[in-house]
């Protein structure tokens, strides 16, 4: 049997199951349970990963959680390898979080359960922003874990924030009410199972032909389908199928563009939301051109490619005049700036007499436009100090990092919490700075906590850190 169909019978005995037709489930899995030594044989096929999630989820549902958890396990420790530091936020790692949650629940540890889907969901926030449909089955199933837990009070925050994006994106009334639905995505008002990526086409469907091609809020539909697939393109970055990754790569571009043509037209060229567009477009201009043209970019004395460039200060320009220089969507286009900044560029900086990388100018505008516009202890300027951090980092600047890093962990212990996966992150990047330093007995007691707080999750020391 190949590949695909695994997955796909798999995904609908787990579907049907949701849905209270146990009876059909129950026998969709014991056929997939005669297949499971052939699994072993599809490892090396070109989409390995894709089947060991199958495989792991078949291995939950039938009551073997050991062997399915080794199979995770082994998907994050790869994930964490090939980053060198923490598991970066791609499709794999989300999806290995979500699988080991539902490991958690099946052997009735409900806080573990929650923990890991709340760094599942923390991930999704990471890529995709705080209202895109791809965190609907996350915010639910924590809602739900929390529920659990009796924590109805928070539990009950998320469902309503889950409930705001989807009226947002499927239109109020539209969406389905069902807590607890699975991470990929949400059941509608007949029962019909919708994945996140669906979602995103649908929204982009019915506002198509309710609100005419003209319609801004189109665009902004056509921005989150966009997303979606960038988020799974990743998936296909280390395997033999380019060919996957350069299909979801060519529908991310077209679909910017659509959205870029859309707000043009019907908003202006010197609207903010163009701005967003031209955002857009330049953050995926390097990935793309390439597989578009035969001729390498054109590029600037840095080596970065013009394109990008031009099109993140044509954004900087529009939302300056727009909403003011103090906006935090002029904080935004600074961070893409600084992104392309090369490694080797240097301005002067303000005092001292010395020079500093060319990034670290404009990451300290959008920190101090953040902390006007949202308040000192905002998650966003969490971020910007974290950014500065690792300039100054790089540049050899570690006493001022230092101090840097401390203020993003505190920021983030107060609004996100102790235990979630954005404080694992700097938790992580401050014990490394401490170790730099030599100072080593802190360095060690920051790695002890990190380490902790990765045992509640995962279960045991899991080698992240």
């Given at each position: 049997?190949?590949?695909?169909?695994?997955?796909?019978?798999?995904?609908?005995?787990?579907?049907?199951?949701?849905?209270?037709?146990?009876?059909?489930?129950?026998?969709?899995?014991?056929?997939?349970?005669?297949?499971?030594?052939?699994?072993?044989?599809?490892?090396?096929?070109?989409?390995?990963?894709?089947?060991?999630?199958?495989?792991?989820?078949?291995?939950?549902?039938?009551?073997?959680?050991?062997?399915?958890?080794?199979?995770?396990?082994?998907?994050?420790?790869?994930?964490?390898?090939?980053?060198?530091?923490?598991?970066?936020?791609?499709?794999?790692?989300?999806?290995?979080?979500?699988?080991?949650?539902?490991?958690?629940?099946?052997?009735?540890?409900?806080?573990?359960?929650?923990?890991?889907?709340?760094?599942?969901?923390?991930?999704?926030?990471?890529?995709?922003?705080?209202?895109?449909?791809?965190?609907?089955?996350?915010?639910?199933?924590?809602?739900?874990?929390?529920?659990?837990?009796?924590?109805?009070?928070?539990?009950?925050?998320?469902?309503?924030?889950?409930?705001?994006?989807?009226?947002?994106?499927?239109?109020?009334?539209?969406?389905?009410?069902?807590?607890?639905?699975?991470?990929?995505?949400?059941?509608?008002?007949?029962?019909?199972?919708?994945?996140?990526?669906?979602?995103?086409?649908?929204?982009?469907?019915?506002?198509?032909?309710?609100?005419?091609?003209?319609?801004?809020?189109?665009?902004?539909?056509?921005?989150?389908?966009?997303?979606?697939?960038?988020?799974?393109?990743?998936?296909?970055?280390?395997?033999?199928?380019?060919?996957?990754?350069?299909?979801?790569?060519?529908?991310?571009?077209?679909?910017?563009?659509?959205?870029?043509?859309?707000?043009?037209?019907?908003?202006?060229?010197?609207?903010?939301?163009?701005?967003?567009?031209?955002?857009?477009?330049?953050?995926?201009?390097?990935?793309?051109?390439?597989?578009?043209?035969?001729?390498?970019?054109?590029?600037?004395?840095?080596?970065?490619?013009?394109?990008?460039?031009?099109?993140?200060?044509?954004?900087?320009?529009?939302?300056?005049?727009?909403?003011?220089?103090?906006?935090?969507?002029?904080?935004?286009?600074?961070?893409?700036?600084?992104?392309?900044?090369?490694?080797?560029?240097?301005?002067?900086?303000?005092?001292?007499?010395?020079?500093?990388?060319?990034?670290c100018p404009l990451?300290?505008?959008?920190?101090?436009?953040?902390?006007?516009?949202?308040?000192?202890?905002?998650?966003?300027?969490?971020?910007?100090?974290?950014?500065?951090?690792?300039?100054?980092?790089?540049?050899?600047g570690k006493a001022?990092?230092?101090?840097?890093?401390?203020?993003?962990?505190?920021?983030?212990?107060?609004?996100?919490?102790?235990?979630?996966?954005?404080?694992?992150r700097t938790l992580?990047?401050?014990?490394?700075?401490?170790?730099?330093?030599?100072?080593?007995?802190?360095?060690?007691?920051?790695?002890?906590?990190?380490?902790?707080?990765?045992?509640?999750?995962?279960?045991?020391?899991?080698?992240?850190?």
């Open positions: 049997m190949a590949p695909r169909v695994v997955i796909v019978r798999n995904n609908l005995a787990a579907t049907w199951e949701a849905q209270g037709r146990s009876g059909d489930a129950e026998r969709m899995y014991q056929d997939l349970v005669e297949l499971w030594p052939r699994l072993a044989l599809l490892a090396d096929q070109p989409e390995p990963v894709v089947v060991e999630f199958a495989a792991a989820r078949l291995l939950a549902a039938r009551g073997a959680h050991d062997p399915a958890e080794a199979i995770v396990r082994r998907v994050l420790q790869e994930a964490s390898d090939a980053s060198r530091f923490f598991p970066p936020a791609t499709a794999d790692v989300v999806e290995a979080l979500d699988v080991l949650a539902d490991i958690h629940v099946g052997r009735g540890e409900a806080e573990r359960a929650c923990l890991t889907a709340r760094w599942a969901l923390g991930l999704r926030e990471t890529v995709f922003g705080p209202d895109h449909p791809a965190l609907l089955g996350a915010l639910r199933r924590v809602a739900h874990l929390l529920g659990v837990l009796g924590e109805s009070a928070a539990g009950d925050c998320h469902e309503a924030r889950a409930r705001r994006i989807e009226g947002a994106a499927l239109g109020e009334g539209a969406a389905g009410t069902v807590t607890g639905a699975p991470p990929a995505g949400i059941w509608d008002s007949r029962g019909r199972w919708i994945p996140a990526g669906a979602v995103c086409e649908r929204a982009v469907a019915m506002r198509t032909r309710r609100l005419r091609r003209s319609s801004g809020d189109l665009a902004e539909r056509l921005d989150q389908l966009a997303a979606s697939h960038q988020f799974y393109a990743d998936r296909w970055l280390n395997v033999s199928k380019d060919w996957r990754r350069r299909e979801h790569e060519h529908e991310v571009q077209r679909l910017y563009e659509r959205a870029f043509r859309i707000r043009r037209i019907h908003l202006g060229p010197r609207h903010p939301d163009v701005g967003t567009s031209l955002d857009h477009r330049a953050a995926v201009e390097p990935r793309t051109y390439a597989i578009r043209f035969t001729v390498p970019p054109v590029s600037d004395a840095s080596g970065i490619s013009a394109m990008p460039r031009r099109l993140y200060q044509q954004a900087l320009a529009i939302r300056e005049a727009a909403l003011g220089p103090e906006d935090p969507a002029v904080a935004v286009s600074l961070h893409n700036l600084a992104s392309l900044c090369g490694d080797d560029e240097r301005v002067a900086a303000a005092e001292g007499g010395r020079s500093e990388p060319a990034r990451y300290r505008r959008a920190l101090a436009i953040r902390e006007a516009a949202l308040g000192p202890d905002h998650p966003a300027v969490a971020e910007a100090l974290l950014c500065l951090a690792r300039e100054y980092i790089a540049d050899g001022e990092a230092d101090a840097l890093v401390r203020r993003a962990l505190s920021i983030q212990e107060a609004a996100l919490g102790i235990d979630d996966v954005r404080v694992a992580h990047t401050l014990a490394q700075l401490a170790h730099d330093r030599g100072r080593f007995a802190e360095g060690e007691e920051l790695r002890g906590r990190l380490r902790s707080l990765q045992q509640q999750v995962f279960g045991e020391v899991f080698p992240l850190a």
